[in-house]
């Protein structure tokens, strides 16, 4: 994924999940952050993000989606989504929104 790369080459460790299923077995108290896409089957991006908080993690995400609609950026805000980046996703765009909400997680 672009994304997985664009972070990588910034300095970031990065782990990599297909879905929101494969997310969750690799989600550990390390985690500085997520970003996720809103569609992912089977389990897609706000269902892995309300799993994620079921399970008692407290980490920012960054939403990915190509949708435009206000019923999914309303369901990004009930869920506590830090912020939603557009595809295509821009490089800089991208690493500076981490880099921030990592420092702001004091992480």
Do not use: C, H, W
């Amino acid at each position: 994924m672009q994304i997985v790369t664009f972070l990588q080459e910034a300095g970031y460790a990065t782990l990599e999940a297909t879905d929101g299923n494969a997310g969750l077995d690799i989600i550990n108290g390390n985690v500085a952050l997520a970003v996720v896409d809103v569609r992912m089957e089977p389990m897609g991006g706000f269902d892995f993000i309300a799993m994620t908080q079921f399970q008692g993690y407290k980490i920012p995400v960054v939403l990915v989606t190509g949708d435009q609609d206000n019923t999914m950026l309303e369901k990004a805000g009930t869920l506590g989504v830090a912020t939603v980046l557009m595809k295509p996703v821009q490089k800089d765009r991208l690493v500076s929104m981490v880099g921030r909400l990592i420092k702001k997680g004091g992480r």
